[in-house]
């Protein structure tokens, strides 16, 4: 496994790539998201877009599936995140596009009350034409070498 | 644009820069969490361990299966267009700031949303548009702030 310790500031990364079909567009807009230029190709035609695009919570989810698969690939031992400073939605994500998502570690710092510490990440989502579709901003927790895993907390705590 | 000027039957208005206050604030949505819908959603997009597994919830620090966090985002976007969205005159969103995952949503959790506007500001650059900052608050049915964030949204202007 690897550490809060092994994370170091200024280390970059390329997490992956996905194709995001118009298929899976459609199937999270109809769950989550069912604007008109989320859910319908005549409509979103008609929209200020041009055409359909990616729900923001869409492409934010793609981020994190890519975000899981890396983690796991380098065996890093991440345990959830108390949260994002920004996002933003900078460009639209369309059918056929390939998204990467490429990240920088800005931040590091231990907590003083749990063997645990936090990392400060940016990730940017760029599209095949190489423009920042997504920016996310936020906060990753990581256990810390030789220390046990954080107790369970009691669900009605 | 997408959004009718006047929603079905013509009985409200919608609402435009204008018309939003800061300080404004609303309480609605009603979205019961299961099990199944958990996993679904980690499946596809989060799948780690406690958000697939009962067993490995119960080892992990948060002693049981929780939803992926952008699981409850996905949640709250979805009581905003069941309310919120179809009666405002917008033009999407910028994005968001601040997003805080106080506690894990849970299967059985029911949850619903409070918004507040916070800031409002015209666009220098674009000025048929305003930017409206509202704070949203997913909370269960005992009361339990589960998450929060300040959505930037961009209002269109009366003519």
Redesign the interface.
């Given at each position: 496994m690897r550490y809060w310790e092994d994370i170091k500031v200024g280390d970059t990364a390329i997490l992956g790539s996905h194709t995001v079909t118009e298929d899976e567009i459609l199937a999270f807009a109809r769950k989550y998201d069912p604007q008109p230029f989320h859910l319908d190709r005549e409509a979103a035609t008609r929209s200020i877009f041009g055409g359909l695009i990616a729900s923001g919570w869409h492409s934010c989810a793609i981020m994190m599936r890519l975000s899981v698969d890396h983690m796991k690939r380098e065996q890093l031992a991440g345990v959830g995140s108390p949260g994002i400073d920004s996002c933003r939605f900078v460009k639209p994500v369309r059918p056929g596009d390939t998204v990467t998502v490429r990240t920088e570690i800005t931040e590091s710092w231990p907590s003083k009350s749990k063997p645990i510490g936090f990392i400060r990440r940016r990730a940017d989502m760029l599209n095949q034409h190489g423009d920042v579709v997504l920016t996310v901003i936020g906060v990753g927790m990581f256990q810390r070498k030789g220390e046990p895993q954080p107790q369970a907390r009691r669900a009605d705590t | 644009?997408?959004v009718p000027e006047r929603s079905e039957g013509g009985m409200t208005d919608l609402l435009y820069f204008e018309d939003v206050k800061v300080g404004d604030t609303e309480r609605f949505g009603r979205y019961e969490v299961t099990r199944e819908e958990i996993i679904e959603?980690a499946r596809?997009?989060?799948?780690?361990p406690?958000h697939l597994d009962e067993e490995a919830g119960?080892?992990?620090?948060?002693?049981?299966l929780i939803a992926?966090?952008?699981h409850t985002?996905?949640?709250l976007?979805?009581m905003l267009?069941d309310h919120s969205?179809p009666r405002a005159a917008t033009?999407?969103?910028?994005?968001?700031?601040?997003?805080?995952?106080v506690k894990p949503v849970?299967p059985g959790d029911i949850l619903s949303v409070e918004t507040r506007v916070l800031d409002k500001a015209e666009s220098r650059s674009r000025p048929e548009i305003g930017v409206v900052k509202v704070e949203s608050r997913v909370l269960n049915q005992a009361g339990e702030l589960k998450m929060s964030?300040v959505s930037i949204i961009l209002y269109r202007r009366r003519r």
């Open positions: - | 644009m997408m959603y596809q997009f989060d799948p780690q406690f119960k080892a992990s620090p948060f002693g049981g992926s966090g952008w985002g996905a949640m976007i979805r267009n969205i033009s999407g969103a910028l994005g968001f700031d601040d997003l805080k995952w849970r964030l």
